[in-house]
């Protein structure tokens, strides 16, 4: 068997030990490597179908035991035997700083402002939009995404994580106007639209020059799902803003819009101060519900008539449920106690 | 504490114990000596290994040595043996199953008479 598969397993269970507490990655990590490599370099003995065997055995039980010791873990900590004093440490949680509160919820801000004064304009019979708007966010969320990654995915991160994710796909399904990208615009940006979020992604690391950031966030994300609800929250709060209100008059939508984007900007503080993972959860997604409910309520009232596609709406809700009902599943999470 | 409250034994752990009966051995060993002595049936990932080893670590039923003798990379290989607990766990679970058999041969000589 040629040593680069063997060595490609090796690389790929080096990762996923990562995805183990820290001090139960600290006790045996080096000692599983090493009965791994010892037990690969046997199977290598009866070929390449011993070795695939071995790992995938090993992957059918690495699940359960990730939740076995993150559920000891985490009842080690609340019994307090078990202190999170690493605050890179996924399940450390503390209350953000003001800077903290600024940097996460600057792209949710300036989305907000941009999105109602284009609501404006648009309602003023303005022909010309002078600035590109879309444009604008996908570089801010980019550059965020970029500098967090770098520096492993902060919490601060994950909102320009979920804006770059969605503005990627926005940009890939639209028409984006005049603006061209390597010869091609509008409706032929499609799969192109990814290239910006793929040179970000290329150049964090190439400069962290390493695949562990990535890492350190899926660990993060499957310690604490309130973080992944962060994520959808970004990434649905826009969709929310730009699609929701289109069938409504053209005159309500500044009013629709602001409205709407104070509550997805007022739901990111809860996320920042709520101690527990269900708490965050839920209170995203009641942000969400808000904004989305908000803009057919203004429409009802000043119509009428709520123009609405609920089943559709039934959909999006339900999927709005899924980051609260997991935090659900966290209950046990960080307590108050290891707040400074 | 009764040793009876710890009985049964889950079959990794039986294994695992077994294993560690007769001398010291590393976790490799270990996996090797399980899947040997169960003729192949039970056989352990390192996932599952460790989250075992890490729990009789924290019973008290094995203790980790260090092997200056046998080394990787430089560096002593930790092995593990039975403490005197978890020897005492493991004989009665050991006398468990042998009362479990023999009752079950008694039952089966009655019938055919």
Redesign the interface.
């Known amino acids: 068997m040629k040593p680069r598969i063997s060595f490609f397993y090796l690389r790929v269970y080096h990762y996923l030990l990562r995805l183990y507490p820290a001090d139960f990655l600290t006790e045996f990590g080096p000692e599983m490597e090493l009965v791994f490599g010892e037990a690969i370099a046997e199977a290598q003995k009866s070929g390449s179908t011993s070795v695939l065997a071995l790992f995938l055995r090993e992957l059918r039980d690495l699940p359960l035991s990730l939740w076995r010791e993150q559920r000891r873990r985490r009842q080690s900590e609340k019994r307090g035997f078990v202190m999170p004093n690493d605050i890179n440490e996924p399940s450390y949680w503390r209350p953000a700083s003001g800077l903290e509160t600024t940097v996460t919820i600057l792209p949710f801000v300036l989305f907000s402002i941009l999105m109602t004064i284009q609501a404006y304009l648009y309602a003023k019979d303005f022909t010309v939009i002078p600035f590109d708007w879309e444009l604008s966010m996908y570089l801010v969320a980019l550059a965020g995404l970029g500098f967090g990654w770098v520096k492993r995915f902060p919490r601060w991160s994950l909102g320009y994580l979920g804006l770059a994710l969605v503005t990627s796909w926005w940009t890939h399904h639209i028409v984006t106007g005049d603006f061209e990208l390597f010869g091609y615009s509008s409706d032929h940006w499609e799969w192109r639209g990814w290239f910006a979020l793929l040179a970000v992604a290329l150049a964090a690391t190439l400069i962290t020059r390493s695949l562990s950031p990535l890492v350190d966030l899926a660990r993060s994300i499957w310690v604490d799902l309130s973080r992944l609800s962060f994520i959808l929250y970004a990434a649905l709060g826009w969709l929310i803003l730009g699609v929701s209100n289109d069938s409504s008059p053209v005159a309500l939508r500044p009013l629709q819009t602001f409205i709407a984007a104070l509550f997805i900007v007022l739901g990111v503080f809860p996320f920042l101060h709520l101690h527990l993972p269900w708490q965050r959860g839920l209170a995203l997604q009641g942000a969400v519900n808000l904004t989305l409910l908000s803009g057919i309520a203004i429409g009802a009232a000043v119509t009428g008539t709520a123009d609405v596609d609920w089943p559709i709406l039934a959909i999006w809700l339900v999927f709005l449920l899924l980051p609260g009902i997991l935090g659900l599943f966290q209950r046990a999470g960080s307590s108050p106690g290891f707040v400074q | 504490m009764d040793v009876q409250d710890n009985l049964p034994l889950r079959e990794a752990t039986f294994f695992i114990l077994l294993s560690l009966a007769t001398m010291p051995k590393?976790?490799?060993a270990i996996?090797k000596d399980t899947e040997r002595l169960s003729d192949g049936r039970v056989?352990l990932?390192?996932?599952?290994?460790?989250?075992a080893?890490?729990r009789l670590l924290e019973s008290g039923w094995i203790r980790r040595v260090e092997n200056e003798s046998a080394e990787?990379?430089g560096r002593a290989k930790?092995e593990y043996e039975l403490t005197d607990q978890g020897r005492r766990i493991f004989e009665a679970e050991v006398a468990r199953l042998e009362s479990i058999v023999t009752v079950a041969r008694e039952s089966q000589a009655d019938a055919r008479v």
Do not use: A, E, Q, R
């Open positions: 590393h976790g490799y996996m056989t990932s390192t996932s599952t290994l460790y989250g080893i890490k990787s990379n930790k």
